[in-house]
């Protein structure tokens, strides 16, 4: 049985780090959340002064990436985002995150570190990555490409409802107008924008339920994997 890569690329608050949790724990690959590597190098910034709403020191983020270590652990099924050794799983979701990663996601140089990492993954296949240039950057020889999508107003929805669950105060409008500004960052920025990779299958959750969806890609993965297509 031959290991293959899986991509799932898309919008923001589309499900697409839960399904490739799901599709990973069912087909024994490994998961990584390229968006939490993104979230990581911001929260590192925030912390360091190095990014505010108003500025970023792009320099001093520069001359400081050799120094920022990103790594990845399961602790009873769940899937941990260390910093330099230190989790922040809970940390990289905060809405003060949210508003910033975009621009940092958009550094040329953060975004060529974060491909190596990457890749380095996937030399030996049996990984489900998802992020937003994962099918049309990291891994354009990926096996299965995903790009998922829905309403912009379904995905506020969606995430008001995790922030509100994990304790964090905010507008349905804040989280909106939030979404809509990161997916016209992610589309027009000059490096690797937010595009449906070439060959990708393209599926609109907006009216979905998670079982379906998930049922649907393991089937298109097991096509695969087993030489059906």
Do not use: C
């Not at 296949?125 to 995903?146: T, Y």
């Amino acid at each position: 049985m031959r290991r293959i890569i899986i991509t799932v690329d898309g919008h923001s608050s589309t499900g697409k780090s839960t399904v490739a949790k799901q599709m990973a724990a069912e087909l024994g690959y490994i998961y990584i959340d390229s968006g939490a590597m993104y979230r990581s190098v911001t929260l590192y910034a925030i912390e360091h002064g190095l990014i505010s709403q108003n500025a970023l020191d792009k320099s001093a983020l520069l001359e400081a990436l050799p120094e920022i270590k990103i790594n990845f652990s399961w602790d009873n099924g769940v899937n941990k985002t260390l910093l330099n050794g230190r989790d922040v799983s809970e940390l990289i979701r905060s809405m003060e995150i949210s508003e910033m990663v975009s621009r940092i996601a958009a550094l040329p140089e953060v975004r060529a570190k974060m491909v190596e990492i990457q890749r380095s993954f996937g030399v030996s296949g049996g990984v489900v990555m998802d992020g937003r240039d994962i099918g049309s950057v990291v891994f354009p020889e990926a096996e299965l490409k995903i790009f998922m999508t829905a309403s912009a107003q379904v995905r506020a929805q969606r995430r008001h409802a995790e922030l509100l669950a994990s304790g964090q105060e905010v507008t349905y409008e804040a989280v909106l107008e939030n979404l809509q500004s990161r997916d016209t960052m992610d589309s027009e920025r000059a490096v690797s924008p937010l595009i449906v990779p070439e060959g990708a299958i393209v599926i609109d959750n907006s009216e979905m339920n998670q079982h379906d969806q998930f049922n649907m890609i393991l089937q298109l993965a097991q096509d695969r994997i087993f030489g059906r297509v």
